[in-house]
């Protein structure tokens, strides 16, 4: 893979007190999810690791030349790489939203990771072979369940898709009953459980259309 790989980075969303950071190869338009090797947190990144050699820190959207040191795929993470922790990022320039649609359309899916549920159970999830997505929804709403908890409800395609946990950040305090009539959505996969069972299933990125 070499030392260095850009991406169009997607995600900065919230994981183990760290972030979840993913994003597009721009040079294939492949997933890429970026990890450390800090155990505690399963690989989350932290402010550090995010840098660039100015003091500023990486954002979604931007496109960043990131040194790593080789691919780490987990079981159920495939497009997992091992960042060089060493070394600063570049910053390469931002992707617009229709930069990024040409470099990596929205995915059609049967289903969105394996069923239509919020969560895949450990018996199914060795089935579904991926753990990142770009997809197209429509008629989403974001609640508040709780104080700690963001969720939406949405439609992919004629599929009603209910209480999914959201991880991006910028929607933690949008007033609860938000309305976005479209929307590319970014889902992950965690690489391990919340109970022995359940994979909970991530909006990591929304992303307004309209």
């Known amino acids: 893979m070499g030392d260095c790989v850009d991406v169009a980075i997607l995600t900065k969303s919230i994981k183990n007190r760290g972030y979840c950071v993913a994003g597009i190869d721009i040079d294939t338009g492949q997933w890429i999810r970026l990890v450390s090797s800090d155990a505690n947190s399963c690989g989350a990144l932290f402010p550090q690791d995010l840098q660039y050699k100015d003091g500023t820190y990486c954002e979604p959207f931007d ?6 040191l080789r691919k780490q795929p987990h079981v159920y993470q495939p497009e997992n790489v091992l960042i060089d922790e060493e070394t600063y990022w570049k910053k390469l320039g931002v992707i617009s939203v229709p930069d990024l649609i040409r470099l990596h359309p929205p995915e059609k899916h049967n289903n969105l990771l394996g069923n239509i549920y919020p969560y895949i159970t450990a018996e199914r999830i060795g089935d579904v072979g991926i753990s990142l997505i770009l997809v197209e929804v ?6 508040h369940p709780t104080d700690r908890s963001t969720k939406a409800e949405f439609f992919y395609g004629f599929t009603r898709y209910e209480n999914m946990s959201v991880t991006d950040p910028e929607f933690y305090h949008t007033p609860s009953g938000t309305k976005i009539s479209q929307a590319l959505l970014v889902m992950s996969l965690p690489d391990s459980p919340y109970n022995e069972r359940k994979y909970y299933k991530f909006i990591a990125k929304i ?4």
């Open 207 to 210: 992303i307004k259309i309209k």
């Open 63 to 68: 496109i960043a030349r990131i040194p790593i």
């Open 138 to 143: 429509s008629n989403l709403i974001i609640t």
